[in-house]
């Protein structure tokens, strides 16, 4: 985390140095052709799955997402543009994720289910990412190669793979608990042979929608929403029902017993973290919900640096013009 950090500043120092470095220092460059690009990316994340939501029905999406849960991302990219209208970007990012189920303002409804469910999650995450840019409004410039003051909407679509960590609450010690060792679901038990244990590595899909500003010919800011599409319905730990609160001790070669014990009182966190509320903890009711995967979204402020055009100087980098 700490050499990520560091990486990061350096990079803020190389736009900062870029910007207010004289332009008599800089060398001329021919604008157009292929270029590249690194920056930086800052915003915020959420979380979209079982935990957590709003009035009604829990559903898929923007419906349930909790502002109030909102977490800091961070990010470091480097792109490539063959043309003006597309490019390949390599990024990688880390945040924070988190759901939980108290945070519901129950009315009466199908929310009361979630809200009296009591669980919660907390989870960090790594991401690589590789996806393409597509910039539509190019075909309408008069002159693309010349970057200066244009304003351009893009899509945002690729491949990628991240890490998380979903841990919970304990009601009673207040200490954060890794909930995967424990088994939560019966993933793994001779009870449950259908439920295997989840993976920590997941593929996504990112998809979005940003648009950029370039400030100079070297500096470009943007927004950008992008969305994950993920695999696994095990981010916050829950997907499925409720196991036979016994099955944590059956399972000896899977469970050390203080994890047991550890595990009967994470799985089942109704009645106000006590456990034990009338319909819940019971083995085959609803805990999750398996046919919705769970996602997430960061919301990225963007800074990049053109790194110069291959044109006219045998492929070779060369430093940036700056045109106020």
Aim: with cysteine.
């Amino acid at each position: 985390m700490k050499k990520f950090l560091h990486f990061l500043w350096g990079t803020c120092v190389i736009l900062l140095f870029s910007i207010f470095l004289p332009t008599h220092v800089l060398a001329q460059y021919n604008d157009g052709g292929p270029f590249s690009e690194i920056g930086v990316t800052v915003g915020p994340s959420n979380f979209l799955g079982d935990l957590g939501g709003h009035l009604g029905k829990g559903q898929t999406f923007l419906k349930d997402n909790n502002f109030n849960l909102t977490k800091l991302s961070v990010g470091a990219h480097f792109s490539y543009y063959p043309k003006d209208w597309i490019g390949v970007r390599v990024a990688v990012n880390i945040g924070k994720l988190e759901g939980d189920d108290k945070i519901i303002k129950g009315k009466g409804g199908l929310e009361e289910a979630r809200y009296n469910r009591g669980l919660d999650f907390q989870s960090k995450f790594f991401e690589a990412i590789v996806v393409g840019e597509f910039f539509p409004t190019v075909f309408f410039e008069e002159d693309p190669s010349d970057l200066y003051h244009k304003l351009r909407p893009y899509g945002i679509a690729g491949i990628g793979v991240f890490h998380f960590n979903p841990k919970g609450i304990n009601p009673y010690t207040g200490e954060l608990v890794e909930l995967r060792p424990l088994r939560l679901e019966g993933q793994g038990f001779t009870e449950y042979p259908d439920r295997k244990q989840f993976s920590l590595w997941q593929p996504n899909i990112p998809l979005g929608v940003g648009i950029k500003y370039w400030v100079n010919d070297n500096l470009s800011l943007g927004v950008e929403v992008l969305y994950r599409k993920t695999f696994t319905d095990y981010i916050d730990g829950v997907s499925t029902t409720y196991v036979d609160k016994n099955s944590f001790s059956n399972n000896p070669n899977l469970l050390s017993s203080s994890q047991a014990a550890l595990a009967k009182i994470m799985y089942d966190k109704s009645n106000n973290g006590t456990g034990g509320a009338p319909g819940y903890g019971l083995a085959g009711e609803k805990r999750g919900d398996p046919s919705q995967k769970d996602a997430y979204y960061t919301f990225g402020i963007k800074l990049g640096i053109r790194l110069g055009s291959s044109n006219g100087f045998n492929n070779s980098t060369r430093c940036p013009v700056i045109r106020f």
